[in-house]
């Protein structure tokens, strides 16, 4: 069985600070790793994903992540926040080698005050 | 939200109906997703499909009901043995099953019942 947990129900940062999104998973294989953003009342928008390589990625919007298999972790980063990046945030893991479906975490709600 | 469409925005049922909420895509992908999100929580997988009239159960498909007669198209129908229906609903699609592609998102549609 695949799962993923995003510890922090919401994050509070100040405008310019940088920002981390927690996320850790658990998987069986290989894990196909993905950042989503959903904005009030629409769908989910994809930031990056990795697959397999260089364990930082690198997204939209100023987003990265980095990879840490030791951890099974994939924090969401971004060297400064803007007040528009206020939004819902979600982790989703998928196993390379026998999954067919995403699982997707509880969500983060990322709040950036100016 | 790409070229995935979702119809109508805002929905509303008395008890006892069925409703039927549309999904069409114009991605040309193979595999279609139907996901429930309620408050707080995060994407849970109704139904998903792989090919034309080929569809498999997802966590949470008791109540749920849907068809796949054309590869842009795949269609949630909510039963009225679905107790609990007031949620917002998120349809998605990708290249194929086991891509490492990400899913794209249609815009939802929020139901409630009245």
């Known amino acids: 069985a695949q799962s993923v947990a995003q510890p922090e129900d919401q994050v509070n940062v100040a405008e310019g600070n940088p920002l981390t999104v927690k996320c850790t998973y658990s998987v069986s294989g290989n894990p196909y790793l993905f950042w989503y953003v959903q904005y009030p009342n629409r769908g989910l928008q994809f930031l990056l994903k990795y697959i397999t390589g260089d364990n930082l990625v690198k997204g939209s919007y100023g987003f990265e992540a980095e990879f840490n298999k030791s951890q099974t972790s994939f924090h969401l980063k971004k060297p400064s926040a803007l007040v528009s990046d206020s939004a819902l945030y979600f982790c989703a893991v998928r196993d390379a080698d026998a999954g067919n479906m995403l699982t997707f975490g509880g969500g983060t709600r990322l709040m950036v005050k100016p | ?114």
């Open chain 2, 1 to 114: 939200d790409g070229g995935i469409t979702q119809s109508p925005k805002y929905l509303f049922r008395k008890e006892g109906q069925n409703v039927t909420l549309s999904c069409e895509q114009n991605l040309n992908h193979d595999a279609m997703y139907w996901y429930r999100q309620d408050p707080g929580q995060g994407l849970r997988l109704i139904y998903y499909s792989q090919i034309v009239n080929d569809f498999q159960k997802g966590d949470i498909a008791e109540g749920y009901s849907v068809s796949r007669e054309k590869k842009e198209s795949f269609p949630l129908t909510v039963t009225s043995a679905q107790k609990n229906p007031t949620a917002f609903y998120l349809c998605a699609s990708t290249w194929g099953l086991r891509s490492y592609n990400e899913q794209f998102f249609g815009p939802g549609t929020r139901l409630t019942v009245l």
